[in-house]
């Protein structure tokens, strides 16, 4: 079974810019099937804000063969020796919403069998970049909704441009996470994100879209100071 993983750190200008020109390459990377590198967002932040693109915060999403491969290519490459200065988790797959060509998800869907577990979600968009506009007026309150939801431990965006966005959160439970999607949340205007997916299925804003749900497994490092940012997890590797 593959492993998935997410890591943020803060960097150079120019490795951030490096890692987004030559991102890493299953050929080089033995146990590596994709990975996409991006620089991270505030999420909810105005899109002339200064927030808006954290230039130096690179983030990396990667689907692995095997922990064994995350260790080798943290341990013995440029790239993960930057990466292991910041924080990361390692996930397992349970539930895919949408399609993206780039990755190998499973065709089987996982459940947890505690509905109170913690459970990180992750998206991944190509846009179409007509579609931009609309896509920034419908996405805002719900990137403030995720940003501000008491369920959630920690989350923000990124971007590759011209095209690629993603969001990520870590939820204290299943049960916040879906209530957020379902509108059912105890929270100001609790159906922004129902919303926003009514909007986008009368006019998708992507040509790509994807929505993954994953079982935390482990996490390391730091960001912005903390460690365990995953509730009811040991850090791990």
């Not at 095997?66 to 797959?93: M, N, P, T, Y």
Request: positive net charge; contains cysteine; glycine residues 6%.
């Amino acid at each position: 079974m593959s492993v998935f993983s997410y890591h943020i750190v803060t960097t150079s200008h120019f490795i951030a810019l490096k890692a987004l020109l030559f991102p890493p390459k299953p050929k080089n990377y033995p146990g590596l099937i994709h990975a996409e590198c991006m620089t991270a967002m505030t999420l909810g932040s105005g899109f002339f804000s200064p927030s808006r693109m954290l230039l130096r915060q690179l983030v990396v999403f990667a689907q692995w063969e095997s922990e064994e491969a995350i260790d080798q290519f943290l341990s013995g490459s440029s790239l993960g020796a930057v990466l292991q200065k910041g924080w990361h988790c390692r996930l397992l797959f349970m539930r895919q919403w949408g399609t993206l060509s780039a990755f190998k998800v499973p065709n089987e869907s996982h459940e947890l069998e505690e509905n109170h577990a913690p459970v990180v979600a992750v998206t991944l968009a190509r846009m179409k970049l007509p579609e931009v506009p609309r896509f920034i007026r419908w996405g805002r309150p719900v990137e403030k909704l995720v940003r501000d939801h008491p369920g959630t431990t920690l989350s923000f965006a990124s971007i590759r441009l011209p095209r690629t966005v993603s969001t990520f959160s870590v939820w204290k439970s299943q049960k916040e996470m879906t209530d957020m999607v379902r509108g059912h949340s105890q929270v100001p205007h609790p159906k922004r994100h129902v919303d926003a997916m009514g909007e986008r299925n009368r006019k998708d804003f992507h040509f790509e879209f994807t929505t993954l749900r994953f079982k935390p497994i482990s996490e390391a490092g730091e960001w912005n100071g903390r460690s365990n940012h995953i509730p009811k997890l040991n850090s791990g590797k």
